[in-house]
């Protein structure tokens, strides 16, 4: 068992994970920021609605997007699993749950937009409600996807616990990053809890508490792991 950890390339291991992670950058830029600040009017729906019909193909890309961006995010665990599994496999399998637990709430999450894209379509509804009732469904299915957001975002948040106490326990990556990823857990737990308690506050904790989640990927990518700490640390796993 031993041998067959240390045939692992944790430097490899280490980068795949890094890339991965920053894939996810420009992903959640576009599909979490850029398309709703661009086509969502808060407060004003017949806006939006002109804005998703006038826009239809950047609507539909965005769905693309919300769907990549969990897929990415199993392999990045999968990866990070491997990686951080010799420092305690409950917690690192915990990291995964948590992570998967994301996957199906975001990928069923976008039937709301396509629901959207339906009612918009022109097909038989018109005939079965009113131009008001259309709006009210949109109105209501865009809401809903925005709750469906917060709820998977708070899984988002729970992952970087189990990851950042890895990270910190390790000995083979900086402690720091460690913490920032467990601090940044609190961000996102708590912006979504704030959140459903009152969907009127627009503070957002999470954009002061990320940090390590940029961090990370960039020093696995650039710095990797120390070699040594890591195969000690499998070696020390494996007895």
Not at 67 to 89: C, E, H, T
Not at 174 to 196: H, N, Q
Request: aromatic letters at 14%; proline letters at 4%.
């Amino acid at each position: 068992m031993a041998r067959s950890k240390q045939n692992i390339n944790p430097i490899k291991l280490a980068r795949i994970a890094g890339y991965l992670y920053l894939s996810l950058i420009p992903l959640g830029i576009f599909g979490i920021l850029y398309v709703p600040n661009n086509l969502i009017v808060e407060g004003d729906l017949a806006s939006t609605i002109g804005n998703i019909v006038t826009h239809v193909g950047l609507f539909r890309l965005s769905i693309v997007t919300a769907f990549l961006i969990p897929l990415v995010n199993m392999f990045v665990a999968f990866a990070l699993y491997g990686l951080l599994k010799s420092v305690n496999r409950f917690q690192a399998q915990l990291m995964v749950i948590f992570l998967l637990a994301a996957v199906p709430i975001a990928m069923i999450n976008e039937l709301n937009h396509y629901a959207v894209l339906a009612l918009l379509s022109g097909a038989d509804y018109p005939s079965v409600f009113t131009i008001s009732e259309l709006h009210g469904f949109i109105g209501l299915f865009l809401d809903i996807h925005k709750y469906g957001i917060f709820i998977a975002q708070i899984f988002w948040g729970l992952w970087l616990f189990p990851m950042g106490y890895l990270i910190y326990k390790s000995g083979f990556l900086p402690r720091v990053i460690g913490l920032l990823l467990m601090i940044g857990c609190f961000g996102y737990v708590i912006d979504s809890l704030l959140f459903f308690l009152d969907p009127n506050i627009s503070f957002t904790l999470s954009q002061f508490t990320f940090f390590g989640e940029l961090i990370l990927p960039l020093w696995l990518v650039i710095k990797g792991v120390n070699v040594d700490q890591w195969q000690k640390q499998a070696i020390e796993s494996a007895l």
